[in-house]
């Protein structure tokens, strides 16, 4: 199977603006934002386009999720700047953005058998009275792939497009193995 077949479902970014922002000050300049300071620090921010949440500290770091690719987390970032400009906090230096995790979805065509890829497959968890699908990590590069009998699967825990290829590959070489293992 080849990585073609995954989709990127979300990435979560961070970066840091390097400027002290009034959480406050956003929350009632902005419709767009949930503050509750005695729950959590930070403040959510949605930007409807691309769909997406940030979360804005007040140190001016930034978590961003829900987008599909970095040009959409950067079109994310750039329209939390001009926001924050309302608030007369100007940024001028780009920030640097980090990708700290993809989650994508996919497929292999193929049924498996998740209970004899538990037993063949190491760093595997599958309890399917509790979850229907087989975790199985690997180490390097880091990822966890959620796999499902049908031939579904989830993968997270990749930085970039690179190590999310390298971890389809090792997957499908490691059930190529467990599957030939058993026969």
């Known amino acids: 199977m080849a990585t073609s077949d995954l989709k ?3 990435i979560v970014a961070t970066t840091s603006l390097g400027k002290e922002i009034s959480l406050t000050k956003l929350a009632r300049s902005q419709s767009n934002t949930e503050y509750n300071p005695e729950q959590f620090p930070g403040l959510v921010l949605r930007i409807d386009k691309p769909k997406s949440a940030v979360l804005v500290f007040s140190s001016g ?5 829900g987008t599909k690719s970095v ?4 079109e994310v970032i750039e329209a939390v700047i001009k926001q924050i400009a309302k608030i007369g906090v100007r940024i001028t230096d780009k920030p ?3 990708v700290q ?3 994508a979805s996919g497929s292999i065509d193929l049924n498996l058998n998740l209970n004899l890829l538990a037993l063949q497959l190491e760093n595997t968890e599958y309890e399917p009275e509790q979850f229907p699908g087989l975790v199985y990590k690997l180490v390097e590069p880091t990822a966890t792939f959620l796999l499902f009998s049908n031939g579904k699967l989830v993968c997270t825990g990749t930085k970039n ?3 999310l290829d390298d971890a389809m590959v090792q997957l499908n070489r490691n059930i190529k193995a467990a599957i030939k293992d058993n026969k």
């Open 8 to 10: 990127v479902q979300n």
């Open 101 to 103: 995790n993809i989650v």
């Open 61 to 65: 770091n930034l978590v961003c999720t």
């Open 96 to 98: 640097k953005i980090t």
């Open 161 to 163: 497009k690179e190590q």
């Open 71 to 74: 040009a959409q987390v950067k």
